[in-house]
Protein backbone atom coordinates (compact mmCIF):
# COMPACT_ATOMS: atom_id res chain seq x y z
CA UNK A 1 0.00 0.00 0.00
CA UNK A 2 2.75 2.15 0.89
CA UNK A 3 4.63 1.44 -2.06
CA UNK A 4 1.68 2.25 -4.33
CA UNK A 5 1.44 6.17 -2.52
CA UNK A 6 4.60 6.62 -3.24
CA UNK A 7 4.66 5.95 -7.14
CA UNK A 8 0.78 7.52 -7.06
CA UNK A 9 2.74 10.69 -5.53
CA UNK A 10 5.83 10.64 -8.11
CA UNK A 11 4.09 10.45 -10.41
CA UNK A 12 1.61 13.30 -9.49
CA UNK A 13 4.65 15.31 -8.98
CA UNK A 14 6.30 14.30 -12.52
CA UNK A 15 2.79 15.52 -14.30
CA UNK A 16 3.01 18.75 -12.02
CA UNK A 17 6.75 19.31 -13.00
CA UNK A 18 5.63 18.09 -16.75
CA UNK A 19 2.28 20.84 -16.44
CA UNK A 20 4.62 23.83 -15.33
CA UNK A 21 7.58 23.68 -18.28
CA UNK A 22 4.42 23.05 -20.54
CA UNK A 23 2.89 26.41 -19.42
CA UNK A 24 6.42 28.33 -18.92
CA UNK A 25 7.35 26.95 -22.12
CA UNK A 26 3.77 28.26 -23.74
CA UNK A 27 4.66 32.13 -22.05
CA UNK A 28 8.36 32.01 -23.24
CA UNK A 29 6.79 31.48 -26.63
CA UNK A 30 4.03 33.45 -27.04
CA UNK A 31 6.81 36.27 -25.42
CA UNK A 32 9.26 35.31 -28.16
CA UNK A 33 6.17 35.91 -30.81
CA UNK A 34 5.67 39.23 -29.14
CA UNK A 35 9.00 40.20 -29.40
CA UNK A 36 9.63 39.20 -33.14
CA UNK A 37 6.61 41.31 -34.19
CA UNK A 38 7.82 44.95 -32.41
CA UNK A 39 10.76 45.23 -34.40
CA UNK A 40 11.87 46.69 -37.04
CA UNK A 41 15.31 45.51 -38.90
CA UNK A 42 17.90 46.94 -40.66
CA UNK A 43 19.41 44.62 -43.11
CA UNK A 44 22.03 46.32 -45.60
CA UNK A 45 23.84 43.46 -47.85
CA UNK A 46 27.31 44.81 -49.63
CA UNK A 47 27.81 44.17 -53.01
CA UNK A 48 30.61 41.51 -52.71
CA UNK A 49 32.90 40.47 -49.74
CA UNK A 50 36.23 42.87 -51.27
CA UNK A 51 37.65 45.05 -48.56
CA UNK A 52 35.54 48.22 -50.44
CA UNK A 53 32.46 46.54 -51.16
CA UNK A 54 32.01 45.60 -47.62
CA UNK A 55 33.79 49.50 -47.20
CA UNK A 56 30.91 50.91 -49.04
CA UNK A 57 28.27 48.83 -47.00
CA UNK A 58 29.60 50.56 -43.83
CA UNK A 59 29.37 53.73 -44.46
CA UNK A 60 26.00 53.29 -46.29
CA UNK A 61 25.22 52.19 -42.39
CA UNK A 62 26.62 55.23 -40.71
CA UNK A 63 25.06 57.62 -43.18
CA UNK A 64 21.09 55.74 -42.64
CA UNK A 65 21.62 55.64 -38.68
CA UNK A 66 22.60 59.36 -39.04
CA UNK A 67 19.76 60.66 -40.92
CA UNK A 68 17.30 59.71 -38.07
CA UNK A 69 14.45 58.92 -40.16
CA UNK A 70 12.67 56.98 -37.63
CA UNK A 71 12.89 59.42 -34.72
CA UNK A 72 9.66 60.62 -35.05
CA UNK A 73 8.00 57.05 -35.07
CA UNK A 74 5.26 56.11 -32.42
CA UNK A 75 5.44 52.57 -32.27
CA UNK A 76 6.08 50.00 -35.05
CA UNK A 77 3.49 50.36 -37.12
CA UNK A 78 4.32 53.73 -37.80
CA UNK A 79 7.79 52.89 -38.45
CA UNK A 80 6.94 50.52 -40.70
CA UNK A 81 4.75 53.43 -42.96
CA UNK A 82 7.45 55.86 -42.58
CA UNK A 83 9.91 52.90 -44.17
CA UNK A 84 7.02 52.10 -47.14
CA UNK A 85 6.99 55.79 -47.87
CA UNK A 86 10.27 56.44 -47.72
CA UNK A 87 11.92 53.64 -49.59
CA UNK A 88 13.42 56.18 -52.59
CA UNK A 89 14.65 58.55 -50.14
CA UNK A 90 16.51 55.42 -48.30
CA UNK A 91 17.78 54.49 -51.97
CA UNK A 92 19.22 57.83 -52.62
CA UNK A 93 21.01 58.15 -49.65
CA UNK A 94 22.34 55.06 -50.01
CA UNK A 95 23.62 55.60 -53.48
CA UNK A 96 24.30 59.21 -52.61
CA UNK A 97 26.76 57.53 -50.20
CA UNK A 98 27.79 54.89 -52.94
CA UNK A 99 28.87 57.74 -56.15
CA UNK A 100 30.26 60.14 -53.56
CA UNK A 101 32.92 57.25 -53.07
CA UNK A 102 33.18 56.55 -56.76
CA UNK A 103 30.82 53.50 -56.77
CA UNK A 104 27.90 53.31 -59.82
CA UNK A 105 26.27 49.89 -57.96
CA UNK A 106 22.52 50.02 -58.37
CA UNK A 107 20.90 50.10 -55.12
CA UNK A 108 17.70 48.78 -53.96
CA UNK A 109 15.42 49.59 -50.79
CA UNK A 110 12.45 47.01 -50.07
CA UNK A 111 10.74 46.74 -46.81
CA UNK A 112 10.54 42.57 -46.89
CA UNK A 113 9.77 39.69 -43.84
CA UNK A 114 12.94 38.50 -43.65
CA UNK A 115 14.68 34.93 -41.94
CA UNK A 116 17.17 35.74 -39.78
CA UNK A 117 19.80 33.46 -38.22
CA UNK A 118 20.74 34.05 -33.67
CA UNK A 119 22.09 37.54 -34.58
CA UNK A 120 24.21 39.37 -31.75
CA UNK A 121 24.71 43.04 -31.45
CA UNK A 122 26.35 44.70 -27.90
CA UNK A 123 25.18 43.19 -25.52
CA UNK A 124 21.76 41.43 -27.12
CA UNK A 125 21.01 38.27 -28.94
CA UNK A 126 18.11 38.83 -31.26
CA UNK A 127 16.65 35.07 -31.37
CA UNK A 128 16.19 33.64 -34.97
CA UNK A 129 12.88 34.07 -37.35
CA UNK A 130 11.43 36.26 -39.13
CA UNK A 131 10.67 39.73 -39.03
CA UNK A 132 10.22 42.86 -40.88
CA UNK A 133 13.32 44.35 -41.88
CA UNK A 134 14.36 47.30 -44.13
CA UNK A 135 16.43 45.59 -46.62
CA UNK A 136 19.20 47.74 -48.46
CA UNK A 137 20.92 45.72 -51.59
CA UNK A 138 23.55 47.40 -52.47
CA UNK A 139 24.76 45.88 -56.42
CA UNK A 140 24.40 42.26 -56.57
CA UNK A 141 24.38 42.00 -53.13
CA UNK A 142 26.21 38.99 -52.77
CA UNK A 143 28.83 40.22 -49.93
CA UNK A 144 28.52 39.60 -46.07
CA UNK A 145 25.93 41.84 -44.47
CA UNK A 146 25.35 44.11 -41.49
CA UNK A 147 21.93 44.12 -39.60
CA UNK A 148 20.48 45.99 -36.49
CA UNK A 149 17.45 46.85 -34.98
CA UNK A 150 16.16 50.33 -36.56
CA UNK A 151 12.81 50.46 -34.49
CA UNK A 152 13.24 50.93 -31.65
CA UNK A 153 16.76 52.84 -32.90
CA UNK A 154 18.64 50.82 -30.92
CA UNK A 155 22.04 51.35 -32.82
CA UNK A 156 24.02 54.92 -32.74
CA UNK A 157 25.90 55.65 -35.46
CA UNK A 158 29.68 55.74 -35.84
CA UNK A 159 31.62 58.35 -33.71
CA UNK A 160 34.29 58.83 -35.99
CA UNK A 161 33.84 59.00 -39.78
CA UNK A 162 36.78 58.11 -40.77
CA UNK A 163 36.54 54.66 -39.09
CA UNK A 164 34.31 51.92 -40.44
CA UNK A 165 34.56 48.94 -38.75
CA UNK A 166 32.04 47.34 -37.51
CA UNK A 167 32.74 48.15 -33.75
CA UNK A 168 32.36 51.91 -33.94
CA UNK A 169 28.48 51.99 -33.80
CA UNK A 170 26.77 51.21 -30.24
CA UNK A 171 23.98 49.81 -29.02
CA UNK A 172 21.86 52.38 -26.87
CA UNK A 173 21.23 50.22 -23.89
CA UNK A 174 18.91 53.39 -22.81
CA UNK A 175 16.55 52.65 -25.82
CA UNK A 176 16.59 48.99 -24.83
CA UNK A 177 15.90 49.52 -21.08
CA UNK A 178 12.56 51.89 -22.12
CA UNK A 179 11.34 49.91 -25.12
CA UNK A 180 11.38 46.21 -23.79
CA UNK A 181 10.41 45.26 -20.37
CA UNK A 182 12.14 43.14 -18.01
CA UNK A 183 11.20 39.46 -19.47
CA UNK A 184 12.50 40.70 -22.87
CA UNK A 185 15.19 41.82 -21.66
CA UNK A 186 16.31 38.50 -20.16
CA UNK A 187 15.75 37.00 -23.41
CA UNK A 188 17.71 39.15 -25.26
CA UNK A 189 20.52 39.33 -22.48
CA UNK A 190 20.79 35.70 -22.30
CA UNK A 191 20.10 33.53 -25.34
CA UNK A 192 21.37 30.23 -24.19
CA UNK A 193 19.00 29.97 -21.03
CA UNK A 194 15.96 30.10 -23.84
CA UNK A 195 17.56 28.80 -26.80
CA UNK A 196 16.20 25.23 -26.49
CA UNK A 197 12.63 26.01 -25.46
CA UNK A 198 12.93 28.43 -28.72
CA UNK A 199 13.41 25.70 -30.80
CA UNK A 200 10.82 23.44 -29.61
CA UNK A 201 8.36 26.25 -29.61
CA UNK A 202 9.40 27.02 -32.94
CA UNK A 203 8.83 23.41 -34.20
CA UNK A 204 5.74 23.10 -32.75
CA UNK A 205 4.70 26.04 -34.64
CA UNK A 206 5.48 24.62 -37.69
CA UNK A 207 4.48 21.10 -36.92
CA UNK A 208 1.37 22.53 -36.17
CA UNK A 209 0.85 24.62 -39.60
CA UNK A 210 1.61 21.67 -41.97
CA UNK A 211 -0.96 19.71 -39.94
CA UNK A 212 -3.69 22.72 -40.81
CA UNK A 213 -2.57 22.64 -44.71
Same mark, same amino acid.
Given at each position: ???????????????????? /???????????????? !????? #?????????????? #????????????? @????? &???? =?????????? /?????????????????? &??????? &????????? !?? @????? !??????? @??????????????????????????????? !????????????????????? #?????????????????????? =????
Amino acid at each position: MRRSTEIIMAAGLALAILIS /NAGSLICDGMKLDELR !GSVLR #LHILANSDSELDQE #LKLKVRDELLRCG @IFEAA &DGLA =EAEEIAEDRL /NDIADIAEAVLRENGCTD &DVTAELA &DVDFDDRTY !GD @ITMPS !GRYKALR @IKLGKAEGHNWWCVMYPPLCLPAVCESDNEE !GTVTDDKTAEESFFDEKELDM #LRKPRKYKVRFAIWDKIKSAVK =EKDV
